[in-house]
């Protein structure tokens, strides 16, 4: 899989791993406060922003592992940065990652219009619950409260991370930062898709 | 002796942390982890030196978390058997339901106190190299996170001059919540243009300086696998196991 | 390399047209041309890092060794072919200086025995030894250029790369960059390849210069003859008597530490500072405690219409079009802006994202955007780093008309020359201490003054004169 990845565009996983990173672990601090004062469905609104990363990795790189590789490298540098949650966070970035990259795969890496990038976002939301409903056990929750969550992390996973993640690549695009990679040079052809 | 844990091999430490968090997922009983967390500050008593100080502090967030654990979990608990304990308003709350909230809350804690554990006791380079020469993790993937992590406090200072300048730029402008969402959309595009930049820059850095992305043959400073590890190893093993029964035959 | 012919993917016309030159083992070589042209292409394209890593088309042969550089496997020839990028902070990829050298030995598959023996000896050769255990980020530029060619070094390359190596040097650093390197090259007998603007600060070093015209073609091809520096017209001066700018006990403390020492200063209207000093004499930071990005203690009057052109001008950008990055602040009228951009020459590209466009235009846009918020005292870092010498000159004609029309201009810069030429002062950093305010008619002759802020008199003019006084 690795073997068609430019060093740079590794690179840049990893830089944006860091810049996400940091992000990540900004909201982590917010969450804990909400999740605090109203339980675990503080965090269910703006799950979304844990799966930006993959998806706006993959709108630029278009590559197999474009959405895995980065959400698992953000992870990676969190742990690195030694605050928060630790090495289980790899685990649920691997998850997370595995989510968005599915959504891909199903469309075999053609498309990336917003409505696959929303589909992502989804994809990210259901992986990253199924593997929430054994590690923090929501099992032991009620199943009408469980669904309100499940229903909130995909909303938040399409639009937050979906269009969100669309937006600022978009907007990174238009910098010309990004000649190079793939996402100048196949910008006519996904108009038309 | 008390810098045992520091000097763990990072790739068994990260191996035995998660097979422990995975198997305390299957555990419902507040025992275990409980029992768990009171083995992993012994640990750290034992074999480390740290900041307790720093450790509290960062504890502080996670229990604030674990408590919001445990009233949802006790209000919006599955409705269960039981017998009713405590009947505070019109909500009803079984011995069952209490055991099993106090065992998810137990288990944020433990799960915390996992990480800081591996956090505060493992220094990130040495993280890295470990991955690289134990778990075969490919050297282009290790060392471009090593570029990542030791670009960090490039990222950090720069953010912080496009605050600034902008802010600059923008003392007269109007301050609602949505120009602070527009403003705050405004740093992260140069941030991020900035680290595309210096990706490009860093990946050609690595490719002249011979880079070929091939596992290596030899390492300046080998990370190896000592005996103190094997014991750590089954120290933790024991931990795990002995939390794990105890915990299910006195929930019985 | 014979015939070469390159392009980007994404544009029709070639960045460089039938270029043909060959060089021979132990040759120092020099690749001059302006901003733009395709310089640094070249030089990726002679180490592989293009055309693989960028998808554009190459027509024509490079040989290197007597070989196809089609034929080596990736990263072969870069063993043999040593670089050194242009900016310093971006080369490196471990923490600190001896994991970098065992970075780059690990690569080349060195047995673990030798990697030690080999970095001490090239510690030795570059005399670095001392920064052995040293955090890189913590070093200054010129120390940073100095690890990145240990680096190169320490592969025994034949060839060794260089992409304007003394952009970010203050003059004294980068003179003894060059010396060092010409002692170098003489032990070692490498072969050298640079890409430089400054070539007078290089005097004698190269034997040959390789000229590129802006459509990427070979203009010239000779051996090298003493470059002359840049010569800017005279300008009158334009200060005015009403003080523009007030400061007085300014200092910066952060976290402890005085990182600017408390100075006093006041300029008038009309009237152009230089600040000069040594890399890391707090020039940055004293600006930045100016506009008040710092917390400061002390005071500065006015402090609102100050405007600011940081180091890296893209920190200000905050819209898509130059046009609204000019207009932003809303305070110039659509005449008075179309003026300004004429001017700057931006009109051409008024509806471009300023991130896409060159460096110079960048800058441009900075300063427009800056002098269209009608701000009357200006602040600059450094605007004459990596710039070509037409540039350099639009810029001094800019600086001078907004001077005379009774704008204050504060400017950090290492370019001596343009200094000597715009300046009506000169304030000297040194330690994050201010060692004076210096008339600029008088300063360029204290040679002593100089150097002890590791500044050298400009090349050219000023000598001459020295001689007659
Ligand atoms: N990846 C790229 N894709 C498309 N165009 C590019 C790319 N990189 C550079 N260019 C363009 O190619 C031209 C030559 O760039 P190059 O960096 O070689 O110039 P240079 O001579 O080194 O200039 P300077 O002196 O400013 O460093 C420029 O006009 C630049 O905008
Ligand atoms: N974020 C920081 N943390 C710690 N020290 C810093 C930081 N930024 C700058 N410094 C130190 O402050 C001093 C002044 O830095 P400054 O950037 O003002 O230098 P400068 O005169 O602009 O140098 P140059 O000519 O290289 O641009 C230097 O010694 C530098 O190492
Ligand atoms: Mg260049
Ligand atoms: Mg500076």
Redesign the pocket.
């Given at each position: 899989m690795l073997k068609d990845w430019k060093l740079k565009e590794v690179v840049l996983m990893s830089l944006f791993g860091v810049v996400f990173g940091i992000v990540y672990l900004i909201f982590i601090h917010i969450g804990n406060i909400w999740a605090g004062l109203i339980g675990p469905i503080a965090y269910e609104w703006m799950f979304g922003i844990w799966f930006i990363v993959s998806i706006i990795s993959m709108y630029i790189i278009r590559k197999p592992g474009a959405a895995l590789l980065p959400e698992t490298l953000a992870a990676l540098i969190e742990v690195l940065l030694g605050n928060a949650v630790g090495p289980r966070l790899i685990l649920s970035g691997i998850v997370q990652g595995l989510g968005a990259e599915a959504a891909f795969a199903v469309t075999r890496y053609r498309h990336f219009n917003l409505a696959v990038l929303m589909l992502a976002g989804a994809g990210s939301a259901v992986f990253s619950f199924i593997y929430g409903y054994f590690i923090s056990g929501y099992a032991a929750l009620d199943p009408a409260l469980v669904a309100w969550m499940f229903t909130l992390r995909v909303l938040s996973g399409m639009i937050i991370a979906g269009i969100g993640g669309k937006y600022i690549a978009d907007g990174l695009l238009a910098t010309g930062s990004l000649r190079g990679y793939a996402i100048s040079h196949s910008r006519k052809g996904d108009a038309s898709a | 002796m008390n810098l045992l844990l520091h000097n763990m091999n990072p790739s068994i430490k990260f191996v035995i942390v998660t097979v422990s968090m995975i198997v305390m997922a299957f555990f419902f009983n507040p025992i275990t982890p409980l029992l768990f967390c009171c083995g992993i500050i012994l640990f750290q008593l034992l074999f480390s030196r740290i900041n307790w100080k720093l450790w509290t502090f960062s504890m502080l967030p996670f229990l604030i978390a674990a408590f919001g654990y445990l009233w949802t979990t006790l209000i919006f608990a599955k409705s269960s058997t039981g017998n009713i304990i405590w009947t505070p308003f019109f909500l009803e709350i079984t011995d069952q339901q209490l055991d099993l909230a106090l065992s998810l809350t137990f288990r944020v804690l433990a799960f915390s106190m996992l990480s800081l554990l591996f956090a505060f006791t493992t220094d990130p380079v040495k993280f890295v190299m470990s991955l690289m020469q134990q778990l075969k993790l490919t050297p282009k993937i290790a060392y471009s996170v090593l570029v990542g992590y030791h670009f960090l406090p490039f990222i950090k200072?720069e953010f912080l001059q496009i605050k600034q300048v902008h802010k600059m730029r923008t003392h007269n402008q109007p301050t609602s919540k949505w120009h602070r969402s527009k403003a705050a959309y405004r740093m992260l595009i140069p941030t991020l243009a900035g680290a595309v930049r210096k990706a490009e820059r860093a990946a050609f850095a690595m490719e002249a300086r011979g880079f070929t992305g091939e596992a290596r043959q030899s390492f300046f400073h080998p990370i190896i696998i000592k005996q103190s590890d094997i014991l750590l190893s089954m120290l933790f093993s024991i931990l795990l196991i002995g939390s794990c029964t105890i915990g299910v035959t006195l929930s019985r | 390399m014979s015939n070469v012919t390159f392009h980007f993917p994404d544009r029709r016309d070639p960045v460089l047209e039938n270029v043909s030159f060959a060089v021979r083992a132990g040759e120092r070589l020099v690749i001059s041309g302006a901003s733009g042209c395709g310089k640094s292409t070249l030089l990726l394209l002679l180490n592989r890092l293009y055309p693989f890593n960028c998808d554009g088309t190459i027509q024509g042969d490079i040989w290197l060794f007597g070989k196809k550089t089609e034929d080596f496997v990736p990263g072969e020839i870069n063993q043999q072919i040593a670089t050194v990028f242009q900016d310093p902070d971006t080369q490196f990829c471990m923490p600190t200086v001896e994991e970098e050298l065992a970075f780059t030995l690990e690569n080349l598959n060195v047995p673990s025995a030798d990697i030690e023996t080999r970095i001490a000896s090239v510690l030795e050769l570059t005399s670095l030894s001392d920064f052995r255990y040293t955090k890189i980020h913590?070093l200054?530029?010129g120390l940073k250029q100095r690890v990145a060619v240990a680096c190169a070094l320490v592969m025994n390359p034949k060839i060794l790369l260089l992409d304007e190596p003394l952009a970010?040097l203050?003059p004294l650093t980068s003179k003894k960059f060059v010396q060092w390197l010409d002692t170098l090259q003489k032990r070692v007998n490498l072969t050298i390849i640079a890409v430089e603007h400054r070539l007078a600060s290089w005097n004698r070093f190269f034997t040959r210069e390789i000229c590129l015209g802006n459509s990427g073609k070979v203009l010239a091809d000779r051996p090298f003859i003493d470059a002359k520096p840049l010569v800017f017209p005279a300008h009158l001066s334009s200060i005015r008597q009403d003080e523009a700018l007030h400061v007085s006990n300014l200092a910066v403390t952060?976290a402890g530490e005085n990182?600017l020492l408390p100075m006093s200063f006041s300029m008038n209207s009309g009237e152009v500072t230089i600040i000069a000093?040594?890399?890391?004499?707090?020039?940055?930071?004293?600006l930045k405690a100016l506009v008040g990005i710092l917390n400061t203690s002390g005071s500065v009057k006015p402090c609102l219409q100050l405007g600011y052109v940081p180091?890296t001008p893209e920190y200000m950008f905050l819209t898509s079009t130059i046009k609204q990055e000019l207009a932003f602040s809303q305070n110039a009228s659509s005449e008075e802006l179309t003026t300004l951009m004429d001017r700057l020459d931006l009109l051409r590209i008024a509806e471009s994202n300023p991130f896409s466009v060159s460096h110079g235009q960048k800058r441009r846009v900075a300063i427009g955007a800056m002098l269209a918020d009608k701000r009357n005292v200006l602040l600059m870092?450094?605007p004459t780093a990596g710039q070509d010498a037409a540039s350099l000159r639009e810029l001094y004609e800019l600086i001078r008309q907004r001077a005379a029309d009774g704008d204050a201009f504060l400017i950090?810069t290492?370019d001596m020359s343009f200094a000597y030429a715009v300046a009506d002062s000169v304030l000297l950093?040194k330690n994050?201490s201010l060692s004076g305010k210096f008339d600029s008619s008088d300063i360029w002759y204290k040679q002593d003054l100089l150097f002890s802020h590791q500044l050298l008199p400009p090349e050219g003019d000023v000598k001459d004169e020295l001689v007659v006084t």
């Open positions: - | 200072d | 913590s200054s530029g970010h203050d952060i990182r000093g040594p890399n890391g004499s707090g020039k940055t930071t004293l180091q870092d450094e950090v290492h950093l994050g």
